[in-house]
């Protein structure tokens, strides 16, 4: 496919400058306890498979029961969106869940926005290549940040975002209530919000789907060693973290730690780090919501509930809203 299938539009001068560095970022994170590491780090190359591989795996129920309700509720979608629909992916879709809704849809035209150009511009010709018919465009942009849409798009029919897979769960309530807000200013009235949401559930389920017996997960959260070791020269070893991801109820949440298997020190460029035996580096979370505690959040952000989905056992829900 050549780059003439898609219209492209760059909002990032420099992607460098829109997202602060691994380096930045483990030393601001990691120089004293409460040590941390910023989950966006997780998906290099080699992330982005051990995340794919994460989504086959059996406890990890998300991806594939939100393909089984986007799949049941398609006619519903269908009636609700109508003809003449700019879907908006955010994050945009090496998933199999916008083919499923573009082959059912039939959209005018297809937006996908994503920070990373290389992985934007490969994944929308792919899309573009395997859907003459639709009118593809990439937009290279922060969608965690304000975003004016280009004129072009903005004045289209009826734009929907699309944002599934729950990864507005990987945002604390109040940045996740922020971004809606933002993407709320980004859409016209009568534009559309098609988002997908893991429920509060039974412990047991959750902390089954981030412990998976193969050990895929544990992999993933290691990757972020691997990262500080091969791009950052840091002498440390994956071998010597432990994986660790439980269900805070209080907040709920699931958390992911890389626990410390012994006393060791590293250096992060010019920087010495110490860590103790037992100590953790907390890097990432993952909210679970109600309907009730998602729908006020998004009411927040200026969205109204048209209509929501979800499984038989309500293990995760997809929600509709317009502005
Ligand atoms: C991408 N995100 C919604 C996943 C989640 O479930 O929070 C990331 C993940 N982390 C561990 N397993 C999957």
Redesign the pocket.
């Known amino acids: 496919a050549s780059a003439s299938h898609i219209h492209f539009h760059d909002l990032l001068a420099d992607s460098h400058t829109a997202t602060s560095s691994l380096l930045e970022d483990a030393l601001q994170g990691l120089s004293e306890p409460p040590r941390t590491l910023p989950?966006k780090h997780?998906y290099d190359q080699r992330g982005s498979e051990l995340?794919d591989r994460?989504c086959e795996q059996p406890e990890?129920y998300?991806t594939r029961t939100e393909e089984s309700i986007l799949e049941q509720a398609l006619p519903t979608i269908a009636k609700h969106l109508g003809q003449e629909t700019t879907l908006i992916e955010l994050g945009s879709g090496a998933s199999r869940k916008i083919r499923l809704l573009l082959n059912a849809l039939r959209p005018q035209r297809y937006v996908g926005i994503d920070i990373s150009r290389d992985f934007l511009i490969d994944s929308t010709e792919q899309l573009a290549a395997d859907h003459p018919w639709l009118d593809v465009h990439a937009l290279c942009a922060d969608f965690t940040t304000p975003l004016t849409l280009p004129a072009q798009l903005a004045n289209s029919e009826r734009p929907v975002a699309f944002f599934p897979?729950?990864?507005i769960?990987?945002f604390a309530p109040d940045e996740a209530s922020v971004m809606l807000g933002h993407l709320r200013n980004m859409l016209p009235v009568g534009g559309g919000l098609l988002i997908g949401v893991?429920m509060i559930k039974s412990p047991a389920i959750l902390e089954a789907?981030?412990n998976d017996a193969a050990g895929v997960?544990a992999e993933?959260?290691r990757n972020l060693i691997c990262r500080l070791r091969d791009e950052l020269g840091a002498e440390i070893d994956p071998a010597d973290f432990d994986h660790r991801?439980f269900y805070n109820s209080d907040v709920c949440r699931?958390e992911?730690h890389l626990v410390s298997r012994r006393d060791q020190r590293f250096m992060l460029g010019e920087t010495p780090i110490a860590l103790q035996q037992g100590e953790s580096i907390h890097t990432?979370d993952?909210w679970k919501y109600s309907d009730a505690s998602f729908e006020e959040m998004a009411g927040q952000a200026g969205f109204a509930p048209v209509e929501s989905w979800h499984d038989p056992e309500g293990l995760f829900g997809v929600y509709y809203f317009t502005r």
């Open positions: 989950p997780f995340f994460i990890y998300p897979g729950s990864s769960g990987n893991d789907a981030y997960t993933f959260n991801a699931i992911m990432e993952s």
